[in-house]
């Protein structure tokens, strides 16, 4: 009998320190999870922020290709410098002034060339040489 109680204590000795090991276990397994994700989380953030940078790279090189081509220095040179190609004429639109806006009167028609002489030949006529 006590050797039963002798071999009780080391049963009861043996099973706290598995007890206590479970417990160590269990704990250091909760840790790394949550480390694993928090780690996930910061991962789907950064390839987030990775996919809105590869997105504004995309736009920002569709626009350096925009801005090298021959079409945009065109129509910058058109607008900003006021320059035309030969044989091209230039359509100055004036708008009207407020006081015009509320008055019921005629528009008027007016054309010139860059010279500023004015065309008045029908537009009828006009299209006739342009196609003929």
Do not use: C
Request: proline share 2%; no cysteine.
């Amino acid at each position: 009998m006590i050797t039963m109680m002798k071999n009780g204590w080391w049963v009861k000795i043996i099973i706290g320190i598995v007890f206590l090991f479970s417990v160590w276990v269990i704990l250091v397994s909760s840790q790394q999870i949550k480390r694993n994700y928090r780690i996930e989380e910061e991962v789907a953030k950064l390839q987030s922020e990775a996919e809105t940078i590869r997105h504004e790279n995309e736009t920002l090189a569709e626009k350096i290709t925009y801005f090298s081509s021959d079409n945009f220095r065109e129509q910058e040179a058109k607008q900003k410098l006021g320059l035309r190609k030969s044989g091209e004429n230039v359509v100055v639109i004036v708008p009207r002034p407020e006081s015009a806006k509320t008055d019921n009167s005629e528009l008027e028609t007016h054309t010139s060339d860059v010279n500023g002489n004015e065309d008045n030949t029908p537009h009828y006529k006009k299209w006739w040489r342009l196609f003929f």
